[in-house]
């Protein structure tokens, strides 16, 4: 997974997204400038693969957004907003697995041995 190729996949869900995703890439990259890592790419990348793998499920995009419209409603009862918390956490928890992510993706993180670093040379 590149930048490239994951702004591809974000202009095929809509060209609304390209500014945001572009705007976002800019500040991650001046980040890892200023902090010496690449920690800020790495999270930008698996932000947006997430963002990939929930809108490219409408079903999924559309219980996403209901989810999130429930626990920012104040009117909202306390099961209705638990309820939405574990919609959300399922939601992504789903799309971090699809895109590579996350806990348990990658089996040498549960070894002591380091996680090997992204390849944006791409």
Not at 18 to 33: K, M, S
Not at 38 to 51: C, D, G, N
Request: net charge negative; no cysteine; hydrophobic share 40%.
């Amino acid at each position: 997974m590149n930048a490239d190729t994951l702004r591809d996949a974000v202009e095929r869900l809509g060209r609304a997204r390209i500014a945001e995703y572009d705007r976002e890439l800019g500040e991650a990259f001046a980040r890892a400038t200023q902090t010496s890592t690449i920690t800020p790419m790495r999270l930008f990348l698996e932000k947006w693969a997430t963002v990939v793998a929930i809108e490219r499920h409408p079903d999924r995009a559309r219980a996403m957004r209901e989810a999130e419209r429930v626990t920012g409603d104040p009117h909202a009862t306390e099961e209705e907003f638990r309820a939405g918390q574990r919609t959300i956490a399922r939601i992504l928890a789903e799309a971090s697995a699809e895109a590579g992510i996350g806990p348990g993706a990658h089996p040498a993180s549960k070894e002591s041995a380091p996680a090997a670093e992204p390849d944006f040379s791409n």
